[in-house]
């Protein structure tokens, strides 16, 4: 955050005044501008603003702050700031302002606008500016801000700073656009610099009334429905039906609709569903007959499945995350690889992709349902659910068993409400969870940030889902140490955070730098940071729990009491090791 200094109130600061205006009259006009394009934002369907406090974006500030529509949220760090934007912005599927001043304050959004493009999330990202003659001339707080954010934003703006007789019809309409522009055809955040000569505002009486509640939006938007091309669908058809294949779910926002839809594809051709945990199949009402959860471990060698080759792999969402999927995928080749991307991305990095159809996920299901494919040859969707009910069979035996995520995990979920939010961290737990955590009816949903997979900010994306309902939080010790300050903005809110303590970066136990003599102090990185106590600093409960009855009343306790509280569960690594490779190899001797 970047407060004022004594630049914006010295007697140099008056060459900032436009020519022909006087002091009164130009603050007035930066509240005036900065109101006409938040009303347009309003009208747009903006509603929600989260602000970093500073003064170059005072007008702006002061104008969303009047305007009902927006719920403005004060963050005070620009980096937890847009992280916890990225976390209304998933959770919600509607575009979020983020507001900061100018100088370092909005690079401090750079690691949330890569996830946010990565991830295809969407965000309008508005900094402050100084005007341009001040840039390169020595002024205070001042920086090249144009096109701050390279090629990871979808689009760039940069209106003038505000003058008499401003284009009113403008502001509306960049508004318009630039809202546009971060949902479709590929959601992403969206920059507009915006700068303003100072006094930035008038005083007393001079300043303008509060803005109205937002009317009609002055363009009238729709993002289409993609269709798919009869000829792919007759094409996919072709090499698909009667044939044995399998359905791949990444993560993604899938439109509604979508659990019904590709399931009913799945009952036609019968054939398995791999769905991964941010595909959000697992959990609901939804038909999940022909759903496996369980195969990070029965597609692993030597389980048997591990050498099954399908003629074809459908695939819609991100590139799956197990390394045992991954490699699965890659040795399929040469069957028929067909991704489904509803918006111009290619999520093929192993470069096996033989049709990319480009259309709306349950319009292609809708399509290829209504083509009448054949069912594949029966004992191969029965391989499947044979090496799915194994699979689970050994994980069920493992659920008592202490310092093992195989038992955590599971016993996080059961206790979990009908219809509530998990956010998953990344490294070891986002593994953890795709391997362990089964499947029910029960609804719940599942975010993570999986566009860069970095552990940066997932604590803040927590919280920022939590703005609209309870929320519990799955990241490991790195993770949370990484971003415990966002905890000083988690009073009021309903957030449990769980923190698997394993003694540093555990994911790296898995590779092969773990043989090296420097793993302890360049990989594995054990902190010696006190995670509750520091919750506590920050007004947020906090308990350590070390056995797994113990994690169960824990959380029992946490849920029950509302508000905000950190459980850091101490689990031993060696034995978490020794856990994760019995079931592996459990799992692959039952399956033989």
Known sequence: MKRPDASSTSPGAASEVASGATADDLGE??????????????????RDLVLSPGSRSSPLALAFLRQPAIRCQVILDERSAAFFALGIARASARPVALLCTS????????????EADLGAVPLLLLSADRPPELLGWGANQTID???????????FHAPAAPGSEFPAAYLQRLAARAMAESGWPLAGPVHLNLAFREPLLSVGDALPAACAATGEPVVDLAAPRLL????????????????????????????PGFADAVSALAERLDCPILAEPLSNLRFGAHDRSRLCVRYEAFLRQPAVLATARPAWLLRFGAFPVTRALQDWLRAAAPAAQILVSPD????????????????????????LLAGGGERAPGAWRASFARAEAHAGRVAGSCRRQENFEGALIPALLERLPAGHRLFCGNSLAIRDLDAFSGSSDQPLRIFGNRGASGIDGNLSTALGIASDGPCVALVGDLTAQHDLTALAAAGGREIVVVVINNGGGGIFEYLPVAALPEFDIAWLTPQPVDLVAAAQSFGVAGERLSSL??????????????GATLLEVVIDRHASIAAHRAYWQGVAAAGS
């Open 145 to 155: 801000q144009q096109r701050l954010f390279g090629s990871h934003v979808r689009a």
């Open 344 to 367: 111009g991305r290619w999520p093929d990095p192993l470069h096996l992709a033989t049709t990319l159809l480009q259309a709306d996920p349950v319009l292609v299901c809708e399509a």
């Open 228 to 255: 798919p091309d009869p000829r792919q669908i007759a094409s996919t058809l072709a090499r698909v039906s009667g044939r044995p294949g399998v359905i791949v779910c990444g993560g993604a926002a899938y439109p």
């Open 103 to 114: 100088g370092s304050a909005p690079a401090n959004w750079f690691p949330a606008v890569i």
């Open 549 to 562: 009855a113990e994690f169960r009343s824990g959380l029992d306790r946490a849920l029950q009491r509302g």
């Open 29 to 46: 006009l930066n509240l005036r501008w900065s109101q006409v394009l938040v009303d347009a934002l309003a009208a747009a369907g903006l």
